[in-house]
């Protein structure tokens, strides 16, 4: 009887190990797709964006004062023709 118990027992547990593969897989095949979709929709509104920037002089001066405000890294800002970030006083 004993035997039988934790034969049982046993199983169970591996059908809670694979469960919970599942579930990780499943977890990290939602997360990758809400990062496809995030990327699209960055794609789609960028290419908006730059459209309209490079079209209408009002909206080139309110991204260009965006990006000089918020862009902080200079690798970044080399890309947008901003000058480096100011040095950080301590």
């Not at 797709?33 to 908006?48: H, P, S, V, W």
Request: hydrophobic residues 35%; positive net charge.
């Amino acid at each position: 009887m004993k035997g039988r118990e934790t034969a049982r027992l046993a199983k169970l547990q591996e059908q809670q190990k694979e469960l919970a593969e599942k579930i990780r897989q499943e977890r990290a095949k939602l997360k990758d797709e809400e990062k496809k979709r995030d990327a699209t929709r960055k794609t789609i509104l960028g290419g908006l964006v730059l459209k309209y920037y490079e079209e209408n002089a009002e909206v080139k001066a309110w991204v260009d004062a965006l990006l000089d405000a918020k862009v902080r890294g200079n690798k970044n800002r080399a890309l947008f023709g901003l000058a480096p970030a100011p040095e950080k006083s301590g």
